[in-house]
Nanobody, 127 residues
Framework: VQLQASGGGWVQAGGSLRLSCSVS????????LGWFRQAPGKDREFVAA????????FYGDSVKGRFSISRDNAKNGVYLQMNILKPEDTAVYYC?????????????????????WGQGTQVTVSS
């Protein structure tokens, strides 16, 4: 499975960006999909995840109400709409995929749950 993230860039605080991640290989519709981010000197942080089937979504506390994850099974794509961006959202953002059977309890929040990762895309929010 290969993932490629895109859509990062520079934006002023209060602005919006939409990240995209294309997924190739395997059965896309069966994957649990997540977004994580990592700022310099910090641990990788859970941002959002979506389960296949019922498409339940989950969000990190710092982005709830501002970010939205979606997927398009026809295009093998997963997206992260980011609104009301803040300087503290500045980070490299990564998309990730795993077999949905690994989504046990709150496992979707852990980076170790995911077996495949994209290369990351930089998001910079200026104040």
């Amino acid at each position: 499975v290969q993932l490629q993230a895109s859509g990062g860039g520079w934006v002023q605080a209060g602005g919006s960006l939409r990240l995209s991640c294309s997924v190739s290989g395997g059965t896309f519709s069966s994957y649990g999909l997540g977004w994580f981010r990592q700022a310099p000197g910090k641990d990788r942080e859970f941002v959002a995840a979506m389960r296949p089937g019922d498409r339940n979504t989950f969000y990190g506390d710092s982005v709830k109400g501002r970010f939205s994850i979606s997927r398009d099974n026809a295009k093998n794509g997963v997206y992260l709409q980011m609104n009301i961006l803040k300087p503290e959202d500045t980070a490299v953002y990564y998309c990730a995929a795993t077999d949905a059977r690994n989504y046990i309890s709150s496992a979707y929040r852990r980076s170790s749950t995911y077996s495949s990762w994209g290369q990351g895309t930089q998001v910079t929010v200026s104040s």
